[in-house]
């Protein structure tokens, strides 16, 4: 049962790392419409952000972050013998 646990939340954690990704670059296409060349700089470091965050979450990529720390990679997980 731990196993199947285990399954759901690392499908969750990609599938939220999917959605931010794909917001993500909806949000990107709608930057032309910003004149504003400040406000435009700081939301494509926004982008830039929240594109790191889902890397972060997505349990099939290795990351590290300043304030989260390290991800938990799927890879890793599997072969500790914890499940």
């Known amino acids: 049962m731990e196993e199947v646990k285990f399954l759901e939340q690392a499908v969750s954690d990609w599938n939220k790392a ?4 794909m917001f993500a670059e909806d949000m990107e296409k709608e930057l032309s419409k910003v004149v504003d060349n400040a406000k ?6 926004w982008l ?18 300043e304030l989260l720390g390290k991800s938990k990679h799927i890879f890793d997980i599997i072969n500790e013998d914890n499940i």
């Open 18 to 21: 999917q959605m931010i990704r």
């Open 40 to 45: 435009k700089e700081k939301i494509l470091r």
């Open 48 to 65: 830039e952000w929240s594109r790191n965050k889902a890397d972060w979450l997505d349990p099939l990529t290795a990351k590290e972050d």
